[in-house]
Nanobody
C-alpha cells in the first residue's frame, strides 16, 4: 500500500501563490506516477498535473499551464505543486493521487501519464485551496 499526506492549502488572494506538498510512504517502489487533481463543489474531479515517479515526464491541464509547476523530490518521496498567478476559479479541494505500476497497461508502456481519476489507486485526504477575488 501507499500512503499519501497532503499539506499546504489555504486562503490566498487572486494573483497570489501557494505550494502544495504530498508526502508518499509505504510501497513507493510500486508507483508509476503521481498527480494532483482538484474538485470544486458540484463539479467532477479533474486532473491538474501529473509527474512520472522518475520525474522525467510531466503533464498539465490546459487551464494551469504556465501557472502551475509539478515537481518531485526523490530523497523525500514528496511531490509538490507550485501554484502561481492563482485565480478564483482555481478554488477547489486538491487531492494527491498515486498510479501504481501495471505491467498490462499500454499507456504506461508508452510512458504516458494518465489523466483519468478512475485509474489512480491511492489518494490523499485532500486540502482546500480558496482564492479570493
Amino acid at each position: 500500500q501507499v500512503q499519501l499526506v497532503e499539506s499546504g492549502g489555504g486562503l490566498v488572494q487572486a494573483g497570489g501563490s501557494l505550494r502544495l506538498s504530498c508526502a508518499a510512504s509505504g510501497r513507493t517502489d510500486t508507483v508509476y506516477a503521481m498527480a494532483w487533481f482538484r474538485q470544486a463543489p458540484g463539479k467532477e474531479r479533474r486532473i491538474v498535473a501529473a509527474i512520472s515517479w522518475s520525474g522525467d515526464t510531466t503533464d498539465y491541464a490546459d487551464s494551469v499551464k504556465g501557472r502551475f509547476t509539478i515537481t518531485r523530490d526523490n530523497a523525500k518521496n514528496t511531490v509538490y505543486l507550485q501554484m502561481n498567478s492563482l485565480k478564483p476559479e482555481d478554488t477547489a479541494v486538491y487531492y494527491c493521487a498515486a498510479d501504481l505500476r501495471d505491467r498490462y497497461s499500454t499507456a504506461q508502456a508508452m510512458g504516458v501519464l494518465i489523466r483519468a481519476h478512475e485509474e489512480y489507486d491511492y489518494w490523499g485526504q485532500g486540502t482546500q485551496v480558496t482564492v479570493s477575488s
